[in-house]
């Protein structure tokens, strides 16, 4: 029930970013040649959430066993930590979504599937691969970074998998 929830706060946090999704594949279809920027978001979260979906299959029950060392955990939080402070050295200007490149977006899903393991945080991994990767500190249409509407493929997908357990 989580996942349902944090999927509908997500949607209703991000609708004005979904129709611009919507519109921009529109206006691609439309006017052949044009590529909006919405269509190129949704492009860009089609391609993350692949690497994150295989690694969120493949490897599963390896990190569900992280979850009874304590010890482990803590030192993903102390690696978080060290990541998102490795980020003040980034370029504060980057690149704009329309010049994200698809390894970027390849990257950004492998932080996020890493994230699978306790102590890692989602948006501070996906974030700062997208800082490392030379993006703009917040890859955004309007002002919500990538890595958050890109979470709502991934919620969606973990509710209608886990949806039949008790």
């Known amino acids: 029930m989580l996942h349902i929830g944090t999927l509908f706060a997500v949607m209703v946090y991000f609708w004005k970013d979904i129709l611009e999704i919507l ?71 980057g690149r704009k979504i329309m010049k994200m490149g698809w390894l970027d977006s390849v990257l950004i899903g492998i932080s996020q599937g890493m994230a699978i393991i306790p102590g890692i945080s989602r948006s501070g991994a996906t974030i700062s691969t997208g800082l490392f990767c030379g993006n703009r500190p917040i890859l955004r249409i309007r002002p919500r970074p990538f890595c958050t509407v890109f979470l709502s493929p991934l919620h969606s997908s973990h509710f209608r998998s886990n949806r039949f357990r008790v």
């Open 23 to 93: 519109h921009g594949i529109r206006a691609t279809l439309g006017e052949k040649g044009k590529e909006q920027q919405g269509t190129r978001l949704l492009l860009w979260i089609i391609v993350a959430t692949v690497p994150t979906g295989l690694i969120g299959l493949l490897l599963k029950d390896w990190f569900e066993s992280f979850f009874s060392q304590p010890k482990l955990v803590g030192g993903m939080l102390l690696i978080t930590g060290f990541f998102l402070w490795l980020t003040r050295w980034t370029k504060k200007e």
